[in-house]
């Protein structure tokens, strides 16, 4: 009998699926292993029956950790997640009238984190670009700018690694960074700026207008890329309209509280899971330089700041190849 599964890789993971993804082939996928499962609608209502919700009951968003150590995530008009309690499988089941592309994004993201963490890897929030060969990563609260700005990068030359979920390994001394979904999410009118030639794959969610863009081969990197520089996007009540473009070195005590504030997962914490965190944030903020990217947030300003951006990767590359000669 034929095995039927999809095998890709995303996050440097190896993911198996029952239904067909929106993912790369298997490729450099060994830092764990992930099975996704289609389950039908209800199949989870027995497990939740009794569930310690502890969002408000009128919320979009549901999650409760059961008492056998296994995640249950839901989002109003995407669909609902069960993650097993060692993480090496994720339950999942559509809401009515969701769109596939739209469930794969919380899927891929906020479900994956939770599977990834359970398996003792530390994902980050970040958007990351690759430029010259180097990953750039762009850390940042919500709204800060990081998915505007990589496309003003992508409308450049650059290519996407990874929108939202980075999960980084070290590897002879160096961090790499591992690519994820082929997609990002954009409003319209960035989109329509930068993506023209793209045709969105509806919405994230029925809430929002923000837009499931999958990209060709052209525009991402399939494989893992090392991890050359760290732009922390301040958020806009820091930026102002009349201020320059700032890209400022960070202290070593600076850059290690950016990257733990950079955690992807914060719902998942016992003091084993807090060192590991630690230990990561320490290594990343030891071993990349990071700095702080202040900008004014007008759409006529970007160009000034995506030079900026690309003039001081190249500058970083080129202090990082003369470290290794």
Known sequence: MSDSRYRYGVCGVAVVSD????LPQYAD??????ELRRAAAGAFDAAIADAPFDVPA???????????????VAWDGVGAFLVEPDGRAIAWSPADGSSLESVQVYMLGQALSFALVKQRLEPLHATVV??????IALLGENGSGKST??????DAGARLLTDDLLVVHERAGRLLAFPGAPRIKLFPQIASRYLSGVAAHGSMNPDTQKLILPLDDGRTSAAAVALGATYVVAPPREAGRGEDVRIDPLTPRDALIEVVKATFNRRLVNADRLARQFEMAARVSTLVPIKRLTYPRALDRLPQ?????????????????????
């Open 19 to 22: 239904t067909p993804l929106a």
């Open 130 to 135: 690759v430029i010259g060969g180097l990953a």
């Open 29 to 34: 996928a060994g830092l764990a292993r992930v």
């Open 58 to 72: 009128d919320s979009w968003y549901r999650f409760a950790a059961l008492p056998d150590g296994s995640i249950y």
């Open 149 to 154: 700005l990589a496309a003003s990068l992508l």
């Open 305 to 325: 700041v995506r030079d900026a951006v690309l003039l001081d990767a190249a500058q970083t590359a080129r202090g990082m190849a003369c470290a290794s000669c």
